[in-house]
């Protein structure tokens, strides 16, 4: 098991000469298309396929972090300090939506 940070300096490691190169705008779409891909494996019922899918959106979130110089585990940190950052509670007790709009 690795912290969020350790995650991310690894993906910095492994990929950052190339994130950076390519920068924030096109790693963004790349992010993007992960994410996308998700949405498309969540309509089979493969596990494997969707872990896959969920690694690669990770990896490109870290990527464009590291690119934007984000450190997300301070980040993450301090909005989610362990509660709800709108109603201050965990678990939260905001009025329950289903949808984002
Ligand atoms: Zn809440």
Wanted: charged share 30%.
């Amino acid at each position: 098991m690795i912290s969020v940070r350790e995650f991310q300096n690894m993906m910095h490691r492994i990929y950052f000469h190339r994130d950076s190169e390519r920068g924030a705008e096109d790693t963004f779409k790349w992010l993007k298309e992960e994410v996308d891909e998700l949405g498309e494996a969540m309509q089979n019922a493969d596990k494997k396929a969707l872990e896959d899918e969920f690694a690669d959106v990770i990896a490109w979130l870290a990527s464009l972090a590291n690119v934007l110089a984000i450190d997300l585990e301070s980040a993450t940190l301090r909005k989610y300090d362990h509660h709800c950052p709108k109603c201050g509670s965990s678990p939260c007790q905001c009025p329950f939506r289903i949808t984002k709009t």
